[in-house]
């Protein structure tokens, strides 16, 4: 990113000028748009959470909210079956991981992740001065744990990856994860399980075994609650301990009224939660059909959305094209990927529209 003038003058301090912000998927203004490109949920949240919502709305504003956030960490505890010391709260996932870069990578020897991931991973980094190693995907953009392993002396500030990864889509199962929390047993483990809900594995049940395993979640995506901004993570009572000692050094109230009432409603909607998340999986797999009669290749996806490529066509052409149709997706332009779109799994009648459009693009493209 270019360095303005404004940021080379005196009253910045040094760091701002180097670091590179995340980019988050495009929010724009227009209406109806076709918006499969940040992977957002399709359908709203819960009755129930908009009517929590409501009443919290009407009730204590003026008052500070509370800063444990007791009920919605109880709620959290009871549905994945752990004790509330063993959960911490934050305003998003980005938050919480925000805080377990600060609390426990900073040891001045590199972070393991994968060479495609989120990329808020190395953004943060760049934040706290974390030395990056980047552990490069299989050619078939899966993650192979044996490349985490480090010779006896080797020096490693821990291991962050997403589970199903992102932008790829792709699980790993539980096992393999174990065998990573075994490969470093001193350092913390960092599993990002934004996505975990649409279909992969949890690293929940591994807690109580492994005092090196943090397993971060959000409701941004399958409780449709994006707009909310509550991510929360679990692990062993002494990991929580220090998210709570860095929190409270940054700010102690990551969560207003409305949002802790909103997540404490979406836990209750057991049901909702099920109905909304099975019909995006459906959706996906249907997708996926459908992408492959088009002629994309696919890749296998855990996810609520799916990582795809044309191997006649380039990726970047469809998307602008897509783009003067009223269609969003994603593309990344890195190396590796740059072929590739990221579809978030719309409603059936909006993958309907994607893939009309898509037929048209290509015919234009031909």
């Not at 399709?42 to 009755?47: D, E, F, I, L």
């Not at 191997?311 to 003067?324: C, F, G, H, K, W």
């Not at 997706?329 to 190396?335: A, D, I, S, Y």
């Amino acid at each position: 990113m270019e360095v303005t003038g404004l940021l080379q003058a005196s009253f910045c301090s040094p760091v701002v000028g180097r670091l590179v912000p995340y980019v988050p998927g495009e929010q724009p203004k227009i209406d109806k748009l076709v918006k499969l490109n940040a992977n957002e949920n399709p359908y709203p949240p819960s009755p129930r959470v908009i009517a929590a919502i409501q009443m919290a709305a009407q009730q204590g504003l003026q008052l500070y909210p509370d800063p444990e956030s007791t009920a919605l960490r109880h709620a959290i505890a009871a549905h994945h079956g752990l004790a509330a010391p063993h959960v911490f709260l934050g305003n998003g996932s980005d938050e919480v991981l925000a805080h377990a870069f600060f609390a426990f990578f900073q040891h001045g020897c590199p972070l393991l992740m994968p060479d495609i991931s989120y990329s808020f991973y190395k953004v943060y980094c760049g934040l706290y001065d974390i030395p990056v190693e980047q552990v490069p995907l299989t050619l078939d953009m899966r993650l192979d744990v044996s490349a985490y392993a480090r010779g006896e002396g080797a020096s490693v500030a821990g291991v962050v990856i997403a589970n199903p990864n992102a932008p790829t889509g792709v699980g790993l199962p539980l096992q393999q994860v174990e065998q990573l929390l075994k490969l470093h047993p001193k350092r913390v483990v960092l599993v990002d399980e934004a996505y975990v809900d649409f279909g992969g594995d949890s690293a929940m049940p591994l807690i109580a075994q492994y005092p090196n395993l943090l397993v971060v979640h959000t409701l941004s995506k399958s409780r449709s609650l994006a707009g909310l901004r509550v991510g929360f993570a679990c692990g062993q009572a002494h990991l929580i301990e220090a998210l709570e000692r860095v929190k409270n050094s940054f700010n102690s109230y990551p969560l207003d009224r409305l949002a802790i009432a909103g997540g404490v409603a979406a836990f209750e909607d057991q049901a909702y939660f099920e109905q909304t998340r099975r019909a995006v999986m459906s959706s996906r797999e249907g997708l996926i059909l459908a992408l492959e009669d088009l002629g994309f290749k696919v890749l296998p996806s855990q996810a609520n959305f799916v990582f795809a490529r044309h191997p006649q066509q380039d990726a970047a052409a469809i998307a602008a094209d897509l783009r003067t149709r009223g269609v969003l997706v994603r593309h990344f332009k890195q190396p590796r990927i740059e072929q590739y779109l990221r579809i978030s799994i719309g409603t059936p009648a909006q993958c309907d529209e994607l893939l009309h459009a898509l037929g048209s693009v290509l015919s234009g493209l031909a």
